[in-house]
């Protein structure tokens, strides 16, 4: 360690110490900050989705919360169940473009910089919101039940795409 980068060169110089020592936290002070914009700028995410007919329309933060629910005209002539179920299928859709957005800002944000540290966020994003794949219309439609005149038929149903996530330590992708 006596080398010329080591700890006995710097034993020798204590000026030359303290500017590695400057230069070292001024570096953690920079990498405070980017980590501090990339989060300022993700909580800031929205990302909203519609029904494919428009009765339903949801806006998600980047932690995946709802921060708005809107309702179309054609909201009012669905069965609550089917409308429950119309609310989380476009929740899951605005949801499912999580991953990438955060991956998008932390790009412009940080570089190249921390790639470990990114992927295991991503990942765990894409765990928590998967994308969403579109099942396959079935073969034949079965004719439609003599109680439900009024209602519309249902829209066709996604798969999602579900991973085991870890235990969410709160709201925040941070």
Same mark, same amino acid.
């Given at each position: 360690?006596?080398?010329?980068?080591?700890?006995?060169?710097?034993?020798?110089?204590? #000026?030359?110490?303290?500017?590695?020592? #400057?230069?070292?936290?001024?570096g953690?002070?920079?990498?405070? /900050? &980017?980590?501090?914009?990339?989060?300022? &700028?993700?909580?800031?995410?929205?990302?909203?989705?519609s029904?494919? #007919? *428009?009765?339903?329309?949801?806006?998600?933060g980047?932690?995946? *919360?709802?921060?708005?629910?809107?309702?179309? *005209?054609?909201?009012?002539?669905?069965?609550?169940?089917?409308?429950?179920?119309?609310?989380?299928?476009?929740?899951?859709?605005?949801?499912?473009?999580?991953?990438n957005q955060v991956?998008?800002?932390?790009? /412009? =944000?940080? *570089?190249?910089?921390?790639?470990?540290?990114?992927s295991?966020?991503?990942?765990?994003?894409?765990?928590?919101? $998967?994308?969403?794949?579109?099942?396959? $219309?079935?073969?034949?439609t079965?004719?439609?039940?003599?109680?439900? =005149?009024?209602?519309?038929? $249902?829209p066709?149903?996604?798969?999602?795409? &579900?991973?085991?996530?870890?235990?969410?330590?709160?709201?925040?992708?941070?």
């Amino acid at each position: 360690m006596t080398g010329a980068n080591g700890l006995g060169e710097l034993m020798r110089d204590p #000026d030359e110490a303290q500017r590695k020592l #400057d230069q070292w936290a001024e570096g953690l002070q920079n990498k405070a /900050e &980017r980590y501090a914009a990339a989060q300022e &700028r993700t909580e800031q995410l929205r990302l909203t989705a519609s029904s494919q #007919d *428009g009765a339903v329309k949801v806006t998600v933060g980047a932690d995946g *919360g709802v921060t708005d629910l809107e309702f179309g *005209g054609k909201a009012r002539t669905y069965p609550l169940e089917e409308l429950s179920r119309q609310i989380l299928q476009t929740m899951h859709q605005a949801q499912a473009g999580i991953a990438n957005q955060v991956a998008e800002v932390m790009q /412009e =944000t940080l *570089g190249d910089e921390d790639q470990e540290t990114r992927s295991l966020m991503i990942g765990t994003l894409r765990s928590r919101f $998967p994308e969403i794949e579109e099942e396959e $219309p079935p073969a034949s439609t079965p004719p439609p039940s003599s109680s439900s =005149t009024d209602a519309p038929p $249902p829209p066709h149903t996604p798969r999602e795409k &579900r991973h085991e996530a870890p235990e969410d330590e709160g709201n925040s992708p941070w």
